[in-house]
């Protein structure tokens, strides 16, 4: 598809529609659409963005600002026909070849009542691609605005839906808010909502955003963590069998992943990871166990993680699982409690003195199904670990695309196409 977007300003001017304008543009063209966006303010922010800046589309050029005061006090500029002729021909000039047009606020906001008037003429008319009302904000609805919005055209331009425009708003509550402007039914009105973009929070570096990419973590229901060395005193092999009696019981695409290298002072450490391999196939977790060692992009060198990915990967996991036999302390315990990550541990000493009662321990001869039914129990209950998969499972900008924008796009453009 190639798709405009409408504003009155664009990235790098920070504001929270120019920041789903940059997320919108940013995930299409990684899924190999075109994108055209036009606005008044703003640069070509990503290569291979076509950007056109119009002063006339935004809201502070000088000839903007001034019709603006003048339609404010209930009047018509004496150049307002001009201006919206210019308008129209800018849009159509910069816009034609488009398959989509997407305007953000322009149909109900009164920022730039030219731009309104100017789309609404090229609807009528029937002259351009189809257009997308995605509306964040309601003038007619705001007690603040009613003194710059007076009887008749452009202002209830604003306050009338437009025959031919599908509408998105970005919440259910603000769907509400323009049934009630237009006396739309609901399910006329598509909700998409903004979303993160999670390996950008949590500022993953190159390697870490890799490796996320590479295992699709954040596609899991769950990760867990074990940050050591492959040493068979860390009882890896226990953190296996916990692991896939949580994926049985649960039903969870849980994963582990596991960041240290084999231990240097033992050579038997590289035939133990191995053994843990041939583990993971005989317990059908080869997609699910991560580890880091053996993930270099060139398979015949190590991948040492650094400090600093070790603590990111503290950050994107959702429980630390730290199954050892013998510790002389644990910092991992510590660490995990600077994240706020539940801990799921072997019942030794040490993290008894550390963590106190706020660790969930086991001791080694538990089954393994008991462990797991006590692991997701507690995260079921746990509301910070269900806030997190639900905003992963519904609000990343990449699933927001996929599953909400592009299908809604594919029906207007058919819709179009079937009308002409």
């Not at 009105?189 to 973009?197: H, M």
Request: proline share 8%; with cysteine; hydrophobic share 45%.
């Amino acid at each position: 598809m190639h798709i405009g977007l409408v504003h009155y300003a664009s990235p790098p001017i920070v504001g929270g529609v120019e920041l789903t304008i940059f997320h919108h543009a940013r995930v299409l063209i990684a899924l190999g659409h075109q994108i055209t966006i036009v606005s008044g303010q703003g640069t070509a922010f990503l290569p291979q963005v076509s950007y056109h800046p119009e002063p006339l589309i935004g809201s502070y050029s000088p000839a903007v600002l001034e019709a603006s005061r003048i339609l404010a006090a209930g009047h018509h500029p004496d150049n307002f026909g001009e201006l919206l002729a210019q308008t129209q021909a800018a849009l159509l000039k910069n816009l034609a070849s488009c398959d989509v047009i997407i305007g953000h606020n322009l149909f109900t906001l009164h920022k730039n009542l030219i731009l309104t008037t100017a789309v609404y003429r090229l609807l009528q008319t029937g002259e351009g691609p189809p257009w997308v009302a995605w509306h964040h904000d309601f003038a007619w609805l705001r007690p603040q605005y009613q003194p710059e919005l007076h009887p008749g055209e452009p202002w209830e331009l604003l306050r009338h839906p437009w025959p031919g425009v599908c509408h998105v708003t970005v919440s259910q509550a603000q769907q509400a808010d323009l049934v009630r402007l237009y006396g739309l039914p609901p399910e006329s009105i598509t909700v998409i909502s903004p979303g993160v973009e999670p390996t950008d929070f949590y500022r993953a570096n190159p390697v870490v955003k890799q490796l996320l990419q590479k295992w699709n973590l954040l596609q899991a229901d769950c990760v867990f963590l074990l940050p050591a060395r492959i040493t068979r005193r860390k009882n890896i092999e226990l953190g296996l069998r916990w692991l896939a009696a949580i994926r049985d019981c649960s039903g969870w695409d849980a994963r582990l992943v596991v960041t240290g290298p084999p231990g240097p002072h033992n050579p038997t450490n590289t035939a133990y990871l191995e053994q843990l391999w041939r583990l993971c196939r005989e317990l059908q977790l080869e997609q699910a166990v991560h580890f880091a060692y053996q993930a270099h992009e060139d398979s015949d060198q190590p991948l040492l993680l650094t400090d600093g990915a070790v603590a990111e990967f503290y950050q994107l996991a959702d429980a630390l699982l730290f199954p050892s036999q013998q510790e002389g302390f644990g910092i991992p315990i510590l660490e995990a409690a600077l994240a706020r990550l539940p801990i799921f541990a072997t019942d030794l000493l040490p993290f008894r003195e550390s963590a106190g009662p706020w660790a969930t321990l086991f001791a080694a001869e538990t089954p393994p199904s008991k462990v797991a039914q006590a692991i997701v129990e507690k995260l079921e209950t746990d509301r910070a670990f269900q806030l997190r998969q639900r905003v992963l499972a519904r609000y990343t900008w990449q699933s927001i695309v996929e599953t909400k924008m592009l299908p809604l796009l594919a029906q207007v453009i058919s819709s179009q196409n079937e009308g002409k």
